[in-house]
């Protein structure tokens, strides 16, 4: 670590969006391994939920099954695993042990007295914590100024800039971060997640870091080839190249390029991922990016030009970011009523 900058890696957990967490238990402990020797801060080893726990997946019900993914070699990287409050019954946890000591809370406003409860919770347990409020760009100001007021108050390690449906733009970023950094203590760290949606996370990425605060730490997000819910994340390649080049880090990039190609790409033929047209549209208008998922999987009778005549329909929608498949059908339904 080095610039007032952490790298964390979130392959793991987002990239399992792609693969259901099935990366398979050899796979997910290379990645680890790869992480480790690349130099990566923070390392994410996937999602604490209920459900059935297998030790192929980067899923778990306890914590004590992500530690048999930490590989021990004697480096100084964080671990972390992040926790729905809505997903994960807190009484499962067990107190602080080892390595992991970061739990990353992603949440929905809705849930935001929930969340306080299960961080009240984690610390007790001796954990470091991290508040990532879901879609930050669905806030209003008013909304924006009280999450960021109650976190303020609760001290966690990091607030995070989610970026959900990848409709972030630069003129966003400056009033978002604007918000955090009005709001938040300096000993608080600045995160950023960004998705893929509109192909700019790799500049968005740079101009967070041009607006920041130079004097505050900052924990940025990114992903082995962008893995992560389609359309994806900022590749972490590219991020680690520039931090080295632009920032004078000093990440080795061969351990992340040699874990690509072995594990990242046959899983990226198996269920691509990357830029589409038609999660560029449901970025820019804010729609919830499995709109663009459900036409791309199931409506095959759909053009992208007719997809994004339904977006122009759905954007007006003031439930757009909630996803349906009852409303994704009622619109293509509206849609070619309005053609006749």
Same mark, same amino acid.
């Given at each position: 670590?080095?610039?007032?900058?952490e790298?964390?890696?979130?392959t793991?957990?987002?990239?399992?969006?792609?693969?259901?967490?099935?990366?398979?238990?050899?796979?997910?402990?290379?990645?680890?391994?790869a992480?480790?020797?690349?130099?990566?801060?923070?390392?994410?080893?996937?999602?604490?939920?209920?459900?059935e726990?297998?030790?192929?997946?980067?899923?778990? *019900?306890?914590?004590?099954?992500?530690?048999? *993914?930490?590989?021990h070699?004697?480096?100084?990287?964080?671990?972390?695993?992040?926790?729905?409050?809505?997903?994960?019954?807190?009484?499962?946890?067990?107190?602080?042990?080892?390595e992991?000591?970061?739990?990353?809370?992603?949440?929905?406003l809705k849930?935001?007295?929930l969340?306080?409860?299960?961080?009240?919770?984690v610390?007790?347990?001796?954990y470091?914590?991290?508040?990532n409020?879901?879609n930050?760009?669905?806030y209003?100001?008013?909304?924006?100024?009280?999450?960021?007021?109650?976190?303020?108050g609760?001290k966690?390690?990091?607030? *995070?800039?989610?970026?959900?449906?990848?409709?972030?733009?630069?003129?966003?970023?400056?009033?978002?971060?604007?918000?955090?950094?009005? *709001?938040?203590?300096?000993?608080?760290?600045?995160?950023?997640?960004?998705?893929?949606?509109?192909?700019s996370?790799?500049?968005?990425?740079?101009?967070?870091?041009?607006?920041?605060?130079?004097?505050?730490?900052?924990v940025?997000?990114?992903?082995l080839?962008?893995?992560?819910?389609?359309?994806?994340?900022?590749?972490?390649?590219?991020?680690?190249? %520039?931090?080295?080049?632009?920032?004078?880090?000093?990440?080795?990039?061969?351990?992340?390029?040699?874990?690509?190609?072995?594990?990242?790409?046959?899983?990226?033929?198996?269920?691509?991922w990357?830029y589409?047209?038609?999660?560029?549209?449901?970025?820019?208008?804010?729609i919830?990016?499995?709109?663009?998922? %459900?036409?791309?999987?199931?409506r095959?009778?759909?053009?992208?030009?007719?997809?994004?005549?339904?977006?122009?329909l759905?954007?007006?929608?003031?439930?757009?970011?909630?996803f349906?498949?009852?409303?994704?059908?009622?619109?293509?339904e509206?849609?070619?009523?309005?053609?006749?």
């Amino acid at each position: 670590m080095g610039d007032n900058i952490e790298i964390l890696d979130c392959t793991l957990r987002d990239g399992g969006h792609v693969n259901h967490a099935e990366f398979g238990r050899d796979n997910i402990r290379k990645i680890e391994t790869a992480l480790v020797r690349s130099g990566v801060d923070i390392i994410e080893l996937g999602f604490l939920k209920n459900g059935e726990f297998s030790p192929d997946q980067s899923d778990y *019900n306890r914590i004590e099954e992500a530690y048999e *993914n930490i590989s021990h070699i004697k480096e100084k990287q964080k671990y972390s695993v992040m926790i729905r409050p809505d997903w994960y019954d807190i009484s499962q946890l067990s107190p602080r042990s080892g390595e992991i000591s970061l739990i990353r809370f992603a949440f929905y406003l809705k849930d935001i007295e929930l969340t306080k409860k299960y961080v009240g919770t984690v610390r007790e347990l001796g954990y470091d914590f991290t508040l990532n409020p879901v879609n930050i760009m669905s806030y209003t100001d008013e909304e924006l100024d009280f999450v960021l007021k109650e976190a303020n108050g609760l001290k966690p390690y990091a607030v *995070n800039i989610v970026d959900t449906f990848g409709s972030i733009q630069a003129k966003d970023m400056e009033r978002i971060y604007g918000f955090y950094e009005k *709001n938040l203590g300096m000993d608080i760290r600045i995160g950023l997640h960004l998705h893929e949606n509109m192909s700019s996370a790799f500049m968005l990425m740079q101009h967070f870091l041009e607006i920041k605060n130079p004097g505050r730490m900052a924990v940025i997000d990114g992903s082995l080839l962008g893995m992560g819910r389609i359309p994806g994340n900022l590749p972490i390649e590219m991020l680690l190249d %520039y931090m080295n080049t632009v920032r004078g880090h000093d990440y080795d990039l061969m351990p992340v390029l040699g874990i690509i190609s072995s594990v990242i790409e046959p899983e990226k033929r198996k269920r691509e991922w990357g830029y589409h047209p038609a999660y560029y549209f449901t970025g820019k208008y804010q729609i919830h990016r499995s709109y663009a998922e %459900y036409y791309i999987d199931h409506r095959k009778d759909l053009s992208l030009a007719d997809m994004l005549g339904i977006f122009h329909l759905l954007k007006c929608d003031a439930d757009k970011r909630d996803f349906s498949k009852a409303r994704a059908e009622s619109y293509v339904e509206r849609y070619r009523r309005e053609l006749q």
